[in-house]
């Protein structure tokens, strides 16, 4: 349902990707792997149309998306859940869910507060804090629900596991698995393996801005050298 | 007692419209992130149409509020209208470009002002039923003040209620932080941009539409409310409506009480109060710790190049053809080559500051009258002669820096930006209104340039060795370790901190180099023309500063000349003619539109690279 084909991206005059292409089936949670600076928030970025790309295209429910702004992007079911969370930090949490409410769309689940707090039980609590007096792990469900509220049929999730205390990330992959029963489709990006390999089904290695392997998890359990030579072990 | 609070009250009456005003620029900067100059200008369009519905509306207090509520929401309207053709465009440009294109609007508004309503003060009716005085403790109140000093809080609590407590609000709060974010989860930004300018627009036609019992509608109004706006704003926090409104009350009650100690310096006091509130609070009284905002930054700046061989011969061409000129050109072509001589240094020295500096003056005509009245205050009281006036010039305008600089060094973007404005407003009041000293709108006149250099030819060459020479002094200051060092500084300032630079004082002697050349081209000002007056010193003539550098673009060093002299070149042709400004205006928005980069930049992508030296691009440090 969501595809990549051949983009590339440039910051300045930097090269960063460079013909990259995969896809992300309806259901299907695919991890975006590689190390620090490979290139995997500038991909999820260029398919939220955040970063603009001269080659390729991005398709989603085989229409392109590619060249419109973030926000049609959005409503049409694509939920972008950025890295470092970007919540906003004046907004209590209430206020952060009502930013990214959208109306309900036929081909998603309905997300409403009340239902999300059974998801993420920690930010029931806080309705009235403001974002800026969270934890890294409250403020990373607070930004994943945030995005949910926009009622997504897809999500792009970006480290989600990155600087979070390891029980907060066991309830993250708990959260992910929540998402695909519920018929989402998610594409996350990882360096952390051992959590990539909890929830997804396929893997995608990119490195140097350029896709060096594609298959399931399970191959790439099987396959050590592709591991250590992509992924910082 | 009684004529203290009456004092007190007329105080809170003026902070309404103040606030009105402030809170309408507070919001439009805190969303959008532009300095807008217009603002002004939509304050005086609501007196001036609330002054024609008043007359067309049936007299009454329905029609006078009436016509009150259409003039503020037409403000509006014009605003959401430049928004969408203008202001849309330069988001994400630098913001000298916005600076200088909202201070087009500003003059494309004066000209529509002037050919709509002429040239007259319009005067408004009273507010039909409050045009009595109400005793308090024997003292006489305007009802209408009181009126006003209850619609400044009840504004406040209303704008609190839509920013709090509506999806509106809170969207608008969202993106204040990080637009790009609030894109990403599917709101167009556009429109909400769109509307935050509808809002803020209304708010300064409201409060220049009610501000019309009190003060006749005319053509001034726009930048002197600006320049008072600026310094609330500065002083409340930027984006902080609160903030807007506690600063309005405090500038309100100096004002208020200052007339009666000093009525000369009442605008001194407000700066030394913004100065003290920066220094201890760098962000306003309410404002934030100015979080970089997401999503809104340009492209890196390119490395400054050297001179290629080839536009080192053009150089000294040029200079040959400066020094031809006079054999064969007529007095008014040497009279104009002076004054392009002499804004050419002034550009200069606020490219210098600006450019390689980093530090954005949106103030730089205070250090150019600074050196102007230096020179001729020094002649009128002490009878120096042209010499020890022109070594006065640059000393007086120095100094100045120095006294700035110290303030403004603390602080950076935008806060930078509205203290050096705020520091020019100053000398400008007090040129303007230390009449005694100054001469006030009269200005300062007879002084003239010694017996030997009073040839229009002697004053020339004068002109040119002394612009000439600081130019190439500055041009050495920019590519000696003390600019390598400030542009290091502009580029990251943690990094040169941690290799033992001090940046502050470096920044600040940066300030007190521009501040002197500013100054020698302000002493060469006054003796060229006989005389000075406040003018000089207004925030026009920096903005002039501003366009030229802006017309030649900020990353050449040959920039800011191209700019000085396609800028005194195009005033000159255009002045004569009957609604220049909205010609100039027009010329200016159409440069910020089209080549964004300047008019250097824009030659340097057409031009062989011979003279460019485009190959280094990139590999130059
Ligand atoms: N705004 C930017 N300007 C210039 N270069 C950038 C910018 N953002 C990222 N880069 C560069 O682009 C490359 C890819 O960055 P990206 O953020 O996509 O990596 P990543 O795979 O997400 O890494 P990480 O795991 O550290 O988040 C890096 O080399 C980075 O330095
Ligand atoms: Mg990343």
Redesign the pocket.
Known sequence: MLEVQGINAF??Q?K?LDDVSFSVGAGEVVALL??????????MKTMMGMVSSTKGDVTFNGETIKKLPSHVICQKGLGYVP?ERRIFTELTVMENLEVGKQDKRPDAPFWTPDKLFKLFPNLAEMRNRPGGQMSGGEQQMLSIARTLMGNPSAILL??PSEGIAPVIVEQMAFTIMELKKEGLAVLL?E?NLHFAKLVSDRAVI?EK?SIRYQGTVKELEENPEIRDAYLAV | MGFYLAQFLTGLASASSLFLVASGLSIIFGVTRIVNFAHGSFFMLGAYLAYTFVNILPHGVLGFWGAIIVASLLVGVIGVFLEITLFRRIYKAPELFQLVATFGVVLVIQDLALWIWGAEDLFGPRAPGLGGAVRILGEPIPQYDLLLIVLGPAVLLAVWLLFNKTRWGTLVRAATQDREMVSALGVNQSWLFTSVFFVGSTLAGLGGAIQLPREAANLLMDLNVIGEAFVVVVIGGMGSVPGAFLASVLIGELNAFGILIFPEITLVLAFLVMAVVLVVRPWGLLGKPDAVLRGADGPPEQPLKPFTATSKYLVWALAAALLATPAIADEFVLVLLSDILIFTLFAVSLHFIMGPGGLVSFGHAAYFGLGAYGAALAVKYLGVDMISGLVVAPIAAGLGALVFGWFCVRLSGVYLAMLTLAAAQITWSVAFQWQDVTGGDDGILGIWPAEWASEKMAYYYLTLALVGASVYVIRRIVYAPFGYALRAGRDSQLRVEAIGINLKSQQWMAFVITGIFAGIAGGLYVYSKGSIFPDELHIARSVDGLIMVLLGGIQSLIGPIVGAVSFTMLEDLVTRLDYWRIIFGGVILFIVVIAPEGLAGFARKILPESLTGKKNEGVQI
């Open positions: 910051y300045g930097a960063i590689g190390r620090n600076g490979a290139g995997k928030s500038t991909t890295e970006d480290e990006s360096q990119v801005g």
